[in-house]
């Protein structure tokens, strides 16, 4: 079975600092691994995902996400945050070798950009 | 293009009272899916559709049903609505087809059971 752990429900940051929101998965194969964001009364939307190739990956909004297998780990960071940063993120992931079309997410952090 | 829509935004029912909620999409896409939101728990998938004509089982699928109407439709309905059942609820599509496209989301049905 799959899963993905958002270790801290909310994380709070300056304006200006850097951000790192945290995500660790489990799957029986290599994964696919994916970043929303859900700004409040809205539906989700997407940030980027990891394929394969190159363990950095870049999304939108200034956004990029570190890929690491050996720590199963897919955080997403942004150098420098902005109040319009502030919402709620979800890590998910899938299970490539699996054949159920399913994804997993996690249960979400709330992000709060301080001014 | 609109994306995905969902109807009605919001709905009270009363325990036992059935509903239908509706969800289109115009990118042309095969998959699409039905998931609920509650507090803590992120997002979790009640039903999908692989592709027009088919649907399956997600998570959590007690108490619930869908149909697939065509490419553009997929419905989900609440036969005898339990408080159990007060949600957040969003319908999803994605090109399918490949494991890793991303799902686009719909803005979501607040539903509550009295």
């Known amino acids: 079975a799959q899963s993905v752990a958002q270790p801290e429900d909310q994380v709070n940051v300056a304006e200006g600092n850097p951000l790192t929101v945290k995500c660790t998965y489990s799957?029986?194969?290599?994964?696919?691994l994916f970043w929303y964001v859900q700004y409040p009364n809205r539906g989700l939307q997407f940030l980027l995902k990891?394929?394969?190739?190159?363990?950095l990956v870049k999304g939108s909004y200034g956004f990029e996400a570190e890929f690491n297998k050996s720590q199963t780990s897919f955080h997403l960071k942004k150098p420098s945050a902005l109040v319009s940063d502030s919402a709620l993120y979800f890590c998910?992931?899938?299970?490539?070798?699996?054949?159920?079309?399913?994804?997993?997410f996690g249960t979400g952090t709330k992000l709060q950009v301080i001014p | 293009n609109a994306g995905v829509t969902q109807t009605p935004k919001f709905q009270v029912l009363k325990t036992g009272q059935s509903m239908t909620l509706q969800c289109a999409q115009d990118m042309n896409h095969n998959s699409m899916y039905w998931y609920r939101q509650d507090p803590g728990m992120g997002l979790r998938l009640i039903y999908y559709?692989?592709?027009?004509?088919?649907?399956d089982k997600g998570e959590v699928p007690n108490g619930y049903n869908v149909s697939r109407l065509n490419k553009r439709e997929f419905s989900l309905r609440l036969e005898s609505a339990a408080p159990s059942q007060t949600s957040v609820y969003f319908c999803?599509?994605?090109?399918?087809?490949?494991?890793?496209?991303?799902?686009?989301f719909g803005p979501g049905t607040r539903l509550t059971v009295l």
């Open positions: 799957v029986s194969g290599n994964p696919y």
């Open positions: 998910a992931v899938r299970d490539r070798t699996g054949g159920y079309q399913k994804v997993t």
């Open positions: 559709s692989a592709s027009e004509g088919t649907t």
């Open positions: 990891y394929i394969t190739g190159d363990n």
């Open positions: 999803a599509s994605s090109e399918g087809g490949a494991y890793y496209n991303e799902q686009f």
